[in-house]
């Protein structure tokens, strides 16, 4: 058994950077049971950004039963002569893949919904908690499907959506009751200068506590993290690709589970457009402060910051000031390296490495290739 403690942030009315956000004071609730109070908050649809922020956080204890099992992977630690064995992610025990289906969907119940882009960023972006009373087990780096309410223009029922899951295993709550997502709300304008706004996106933004949401899955090992407590992992991140690093970072530093304390390095970068839609930008600070020595966050804000030739700060840019290190960290055998968001992003980060990797007479994409095969670079842009 087990506790934590964490913080979330939430933005404040109409702030111009995340300076104006909340920045949560650890706060400590008991273990995960959800008293009847907190429901009737929740299905009375009372629920306000405060609310919200005070119900993320909490002290955690990890019963037993709610353990994932876990597999040796890689034991940096390990001495010379034993012999580690790797085992696959896609062999890992207890992964549950497809337990619903578009025909037998799992009906959850929206326990929260909250904007977390402050109200002058370009776009919304929301998270969503969703209950799933144990039904949905999922693994951190999963996703899971969501079927839109109402028909298409053909007159058939939506199909579905997937979104990353962008809690632990254990849910927001630590109960492992819950599933979450972070949903940026799709609005553009056509060729004929109409503004459309993207169905599923749209339908769930818009959701409110209580209301029913039909849900697939879960889905997808690509995402899944290293079993290795000790491994260093790169995490690389625009907008609401930020989702699974959410879960990965808040297993490593704000639960504590029998088998799995972790004592390697998390690196993240994260690519937004402006500061005011730098999200979970408080909780990644709490993470920070709790293990100064295990976490490295790096920002970039493309609309607000140019590198020193004048060029927007892309991901891959804020990566290029460290283009050796990151070359020396992704040669190191417990280096895993997860990619998530636009697609565009990949190749922007194969341009810093490329020539760094000759330098040393190394070809990068056959690198990269064999990378892929050890499961150390790992992929998942849209
Ligand atoms: C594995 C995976 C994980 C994902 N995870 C997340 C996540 O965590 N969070 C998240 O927010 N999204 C995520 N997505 C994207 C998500 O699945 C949806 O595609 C997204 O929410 C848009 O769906 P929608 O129904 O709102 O839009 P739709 O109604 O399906 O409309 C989308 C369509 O609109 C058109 N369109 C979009 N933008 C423009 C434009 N600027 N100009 C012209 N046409 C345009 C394109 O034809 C596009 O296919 C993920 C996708 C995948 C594959
Ligand atoms: N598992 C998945 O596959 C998964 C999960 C979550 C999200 N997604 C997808 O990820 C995307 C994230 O979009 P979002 O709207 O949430 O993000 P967003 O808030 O708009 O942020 C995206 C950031 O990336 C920058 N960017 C644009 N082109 C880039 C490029 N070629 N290389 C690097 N950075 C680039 C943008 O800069 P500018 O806008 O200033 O140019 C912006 O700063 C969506 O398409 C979403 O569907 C996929």
Redesign the pocket.
Same mark, same amino acid.
């Given at each position: 058994m087990a506790a934590v403690t964490a913080a979330v942030s939430v933005p404040t009315s109409t702030s111009s950077s995340s300076l104006g956000r909340i920045a949560l004071e650890r706060a400590t609730f008991p273990c995960p049971d959800r008293s009847a109070s907190f429901q009737k908050t929740f299905f009375g649809g009372r629920l306000n950004n405060s609310d919200a922020a005070l119900l993320f956080a909490r002290v955690r204890t990890v019963p037993l039963n709610y353990r994932q099992s876990v597999k040796a992977q890689v034991t940096t630690e390990a001495p010379a002569t034993t012999k580690v064995v790797k085992i696959s992610k896609k062999n890992e025990e207890g992964v549950v893949v497809n337990k619903y289906k578009p025909k037998t969907p799992y009906i959850g119940r929206v326990l929260l919904n909250t904007k977390i882009t402050a109200d002058d960023a370009?776009?919304e972006?929301w998270h969503m908690v969703f209950s799933t009373e144990g039904e949905l087990p999922y693994r951190e780096g999963q996703?899971i499907g969501v079927i839109p309410t109402g028909i298409d223009k053909n007159g058939k029922p939506h199909k579905l959506r997937?979104? @990353?899951i962008a809690s632990s295993a254990l849910g927001d709550f630590g109960d492992s009751k819950t599933v979450s997502l972070c949903v940026?709300r799709l609005v553009y304008t056509n060729d004929q200068g109409e503004v459309v706004k993207g169905v599923c996106s749209n339908f769930l933004c818009d959701l409110k506590p209580g209301e029913e949401v039909t849900i697939t899955g879960p889905v997808g090992k690509e995402?899944l993290m290293p079993v290795d407590p000790n491994a260093t992992i790169i995490m690389l991140a625009?907008?609401?690709?930020i989702?699974?690093f959410r879960g990965y970072l808040w297993k490593m530093f704000f639960e504590k589970h029998p088998d799995y304390k972790f004592n390697g390095l998390a690196w993240l970068f994260l690519?937004?457009?402006t500061s005011s839609?730098l999200i979970y930008k408080e909780e990644f600070e709490k993470m920070k402060e709790k293990s100064p020595d295990k976490i490295r966050v790096d920002f970039?804000? @493309?609309?607000e910051q140019t590198n020193e030739k004048g060029e927007?700060m892309?991901?891959?840019t804020r990566m290029g000031e460290y283009a050796k290190e990151l070359w020396g960290l992704f040669k190191k055998e417990n280096t895993y390296v997860y990619m998530?968001?636009?697609k565009?992003?990949e190749?922007?980060i194969d341009d810093i490495i490329t020539s760094l990797a000759a330098e040393e007479g190394i070809d990068w994409n056959e690198y990269k290739r064999q990378m892929k095969k050890s499961e150390r670079w790992n992929v998942?842009?849209?």
């Open positions: 370009p776009g972006t996703s997937l979104y @990353s940026k995402m625009t907008g609401t690709g989702a699974p690519g937004v457009p839609s970039a804000v @493309s609309r927007k892309y991901i891959q998530c968001g636009l565009g992003m190749k922007g998942e842009v849209y």
